[in-house]
C-alpha cells in the first residue's frame, strides 16, 4: 500500500511538471529570444551569443520612450491599486455589514454592473473625458477605475463571513462603525485583499484598449502601449519585440510569486461565504 501511494504520488509529481513546462515553454521561448541576436532567431544558440543588447536598446535610443512609459505604467497602476484597496472594501462593507435604505437595490446594480463588458461602456467614458477636459491625462487613466465590480462582490461575500459578535465588541470598545472596520475587519481580510490587488496589478500593468484610447500621445503612452508601437515599427525584430513582451511580464510574475500564498488564500475564502 505504501508502494502504490509513492508510486501514485510520484505520477502526479510528473504529471504537474510536464504541464507546468508545457504552460511555460511560450514564455521560456520569448525571454530565450530577447537575449539573442536576430540571426539566430528560431534557432538554438549558447549563451556565448546571448546579449543585453535588444534591452540597451530600449532604454539608450532616443527612439523609445521606455523610462517615460515605465513611469506613467508605474504612476497608473499604483493610483488604481490603492484606490482598489481602499473603495472596493468600503463599499462592500457597507453592503455586507450596515443596514440602510435601497441596500439590496445597490448590491444588484453591482452585480448587473459585473455582467457588462467594459468595452461597452467605453465611448461613453471617453465622451466624459474629453467634456471634463481630462483626456491624455493620468485623470483619465485613473479615475474611472478607482473600483471594481467584481472586488466589490468578491470582498462582500468574505465580509459576510466576519462574525457580528467581532464588530459589536469592537464598538462595544469605543471604536465608531469606520473605526471597527479599519482596526479589525480590514486587517483580517488580508488574504482577498492581496487576491483584489494581484488582479488589479496585473489587469491594469497589461491595459491596453483603455490607455490606448484616453490617452493618445506618445508623451503619455504606458509601457505595453508605447512597446505595441515598437512591434509595428519593427515587427521583423523578433528578438526587439520578445524583449518588449519580457519587460511587461516580468513585474506581473513577480509581484505574483511574491505573494500567490495569500492569493490562493483569498480566492478559497471569497467566493463561498453568503
Known amino acids: 500500500m505504501i508502494f502504490t501511494n509513492k508510486v ?7 504529471a504537474i511538471v510536464l504541464l507546468a513546462l508545457v504552460f511555460s515553454a511560450p514564455f521560456l521561448y520569448t525571454l530565450y529570444t530577447s537575449f539573442i541576436p536576430i540571426k539566430y532567431v528560431n534557432t538554438f544558440t549558447g549563451l556565448e551569443n546571448w546579449t543585453f543588447d535588444n534591452y540597451k536598446t530600449f532604454f539608450t535610443s532616443d527612439a ?6 515605465l513611469f506613467n505604467t508605474v ?12 473603495i472596493n472594501p468600503m463599499a462592500a462593507y457597507a453592503l455586507a455589514k450596515l443596514d440602510f435604505f435601497g441596500k439590496k437595490l445597490i448590491f ?3 452585480v448587473i454592473t459585473m455582467m457588462i463588458p467594459y468595452h461597452m461602456i467605453l465611448i461613453p467614458v471617453y465622451v466624459n473625458m474629453a467634456k471634463l477636459g481630462w483626456l491624455n491625462s493620468f485623470a483619465a487613466l485613473t479615475i474611472p477605475f478607482l473600483y471594481q465590480a467584481i472586488y466589490i462582490f468578491m470582498l462582500r461575500q468574505f465580509f459576510i463571513g466576519v462574525p457580528n459578535e467581532l464588530i459589536e465588541a469592537a464598538r462595544m470598545d469605543g471604536l465608531t462603525k469606520m473605526g471597527a472596520f479599519w482596526r479589525i475587519v480590514y486587517p483580517l481580510s488580508k488574504p482577498v485583499l492581496i487576491t483584489v490587488a494581484i488582479l488589479t496589478f496585473a489587469g491594469t500593468w497589461n491595459s491596453y484598449l483603455i490607455p490606448s484610447t484616453l490617452a493618445n500621445t506618445p508623451e503619455k503612452y504606458v ?17 526587439l519585440v520578445m524583449a518588449g513582451v519580457v519587460l511587461t511580464t516580468l513585474p506581473i510574475l ?14 478559497s475564502n471569497s467566493g463561498l461565504k453568503g
Open 223 to 239: 509601457l505595453v502601449v508605447g512597446l505595441n508601437s515598437v512591434k509595428d515599427m519593427f515587427f521583423e525584430n523578433t528578438p
Open 254 to 267: 513577480a509581484f505574483f510569486f511574491v505573494f500567490q500564498k495569500q492569493y490562493m488564500e483569498g480566492i
Open 108 to 110: 444588484w446594480i453591482v
Open 75 to 86: 504612476v497608473m497602476t499604483g493610483i488604481i491599486l490603492i484606490g482598489n484597496l481602499i
Open 8 to 14: 501514485s504520488k510520484i505520477g502526479i509529481y510528473t
Open 64 to 69: 523609445y520612450s521606455v523610462s517615460k512609459w
